[in-house]
């Protein structure tokens, strides 16, 4: 990652910190990184299970699309920022989110 530039989201309850490069979204980081998180449709913007609370730096967070925004409609919550889609978050500066169920990967 020599050059890249990298934003830092800290992954509640978890208690990991995921460099995300510049452009690219918090599921494909996570991924990337060696980290399940909980998905039905591999990062598609369909399922909605992927779901994040933003907890600190909504300002460094990117706006929320018209694909995004359906989904977190759907969910029934407000968009207000704070609920975020991981498959299509991109950050711009350190970000906190609490998100159940992201393992570590098992080495095979």
């Known amino acids: ?18 460099d995300v ?19 039905v449709c591999g990062g598609k913007g369909t399922c909605r299970t992927c779901f ?5 730096g909504v300002e460094n967070c990117s706006p929320v699309g018209s694909l995004e925004r359906e989904g977190i409609e759907a969910l029934r919550r407000p968009v207000d920022g704070l609920t975020r889609l991981a498959c299509r978050l991109l950050v711009e500066g350190p970000v906190t989110v609490t998100k159940r169920g992201v393992r570590r990967r098992v080495q095979e």
């Open 52 to 56: 994040v609370q933003v907890e600190e």
């Open 21 to 39: 490069l510049d452009g690219e979204d918090l599921f494909t980081a996570a991924a990337r990184l060696g980290y399940r998180w909980p998905t």
């Open 1 to 18: 990652m020599d050059g890249e530039v990298t934003h830092r989201v800290s992954v509640r309850p978890l208690g990991a910190d995921l």
